[in-house]
């Protein structure tokens, strides 16, 4: 069994891009490049310069493979979300929650 999460505001996951990386990433291993641009609807430079604050904060790892079967020099990146990277997401997530539910004077009153 898993600990509960402790809502914590993350200012690196909130931006609108790097969360939905984070979504994306959220429940699988790990992710090609290609996946993760295309269905945020991304450039190859905006996903770059995203994941490169990800990937400095600890939050994502990023692999390097040869694309198998191609005759030319290209490699895959799979990207996916590290241990702190999923504990930061879920944390955010949570103070999300409790933003959007009204409980943040509870929750704050309950922690002082």
Known sequence: MSAPVEPAFDEVVHSAVRLRICGVLRRLDEVEFGV????????????SK?????VDRGYV???KEGSPGRGDARRLTWVGLTREGSRALEGHLAALAEIAG????????LRS
């Open 36 to 47: 993760v641009r295309d269905t945020l609807g991304l450039s190859d430079a905006h996903l």
């Open 50 to 54: 995203n994941l490169k604050v990800l």
């Open 61 to 63: 790892r990023l692999r």
């Open 102 to 109: 009204g409980d943040i004077a509870e929750s704050a009153r």
